[in-house]
């Protein structure tokens, strides 16, 4: 089970006029509700654009969660990665998804390191991608898997 | 919404994917998606999930421009008691002149200033463990750097 670790962050980003960035992270109450922590989050800043030379470019209000400190259950290291390419309900939008260390059980002999999207684990991975109302960056809600193949990054 | 899930390998590698929740969703049901996820990922990867995030993003798309002289290196740097009895740093890039004292002191009776602590020691902020700010402890001027993106006016990207 995932625990809301005791604080979450809000992370701002500044520009000063030499074009530097500084980070700038200030840590907020987990049990505040995004849309609220975000308005908090405009007037902390605005309040910091005040006092401060540089002008915010953007903050992200951020929400950690653990979920095991358990070793990892197989000898597979995380540069062997499974790369699952979804089509998503707009014209010409993707969603692609990473898994490190994908176990050499699911990777078919066929040439080109093909992952088995007939094995049932990956069939409710996948499903749960479809189901989980997850989208890519820009909003576009995944419809359906298009390719699935193993990738070494290092 | 980005939802980054961290990964261990058996050899203490950290590896990370990234999927996104529409902006709409709420907290409460991001977490159980992600959850969820993490479960059929643990199926079928020889990793540990260890962790992941929900990050609600907001990019001004017209920031305003930079005060003329601004350097992010220059900083107020602010130090609260927290109610465990901790203290906890958060620093302003680029503070104004005006803001300073000429003993390098930051000037707490600054409009300025006065506000932002008044809004730091309120709700909903805290520190990383969880505990309110509860009171101001010293302030000062500093010189440090926060990000390898730094550069001089003449070496500007927008130069």
């Known amino acids: ?154 | 919404m980005a939802v980054t899930i961290t990964y261990v390998d058996a050899s203490g590698s950290v590896g990370k994917s990234v999927t996104h929740v529409p902006a709409a969703t709420t907290l409460a049901d991001a977490n159980t998606a992600a959850a969820g996820l993490v479960t059929d990922l643990l199926a079928v990867s020889d990793c540990q999930v260890i962790a992941y995030s929900i990050t609600y993003g907001v990019t001004n798309t017209t920031p305003a421009a930079p005060a003329a002289g601004s350097r992010v290196e220059n900083k107020a740097l602010f130090a609260f008691r927290t109610a465990a009895g901790k203290l906890a740093r958060i620093s302003v890039p680029g503070i104004k002149a005006a803001a300073v004292a000429a003993s390098g002191g930051i000037i707490s009776t600054d409009a300025d200033v006065a506000a932002l602590i008044t809004n730091l020691l309120a709700a909903p902020w805290c520190d990383s463990n969880g505990s309110s700010l509860d009171a101001l402890v010293s302030d000062a001027q500093v010189f440090r750097s926060t990000s390898k993106r730094q550069y001089t006016t003449d070496v500007s990207p927008s130069s």
């Open chain 1, 1 to 154: 089970v995932a625990q809301l670790l005791p604080a979450a962050e809000l992370h701002a980003t500044l520009r000063d006029e030499t074009d530097s960035r500084a980070a700038w992270r200030v840590s907020l109450r987990p049990s505040t509700a995004p849309a609220a922590a975000a308005a908090a989050a405009v007037d902390l800043l605005n309040r910091l654009d005040a006092l401060s030379g540089c002008s915010p470019t953007g903050f992200s209000i951020v929400y950690p969660y653990h979920v095991s400190d358990a070793p990892a259950s197989g000898p597979q290291q995380r540069h062997q990665v499974a790369l699952f390419v979804f089509r998503c309900d707009g014209v010409d939008q993707w969603l692609t998804l990473t898994v490190p260390g994908i176990a050499e059980t699911y990777i078919t002999a066929t040439p080109g390191r093909v992952i088995d999207t007939a094995a049932t684990p990956i069939v409710n991975l996948v499903q749960a991608v479809i189901d989980g109302q997850f989208c890519n960056p820009f909003g576009y809600q995944v419809v359906a898997l298009e390719t699935a193949f193993v990738q070494f990054v290092p």
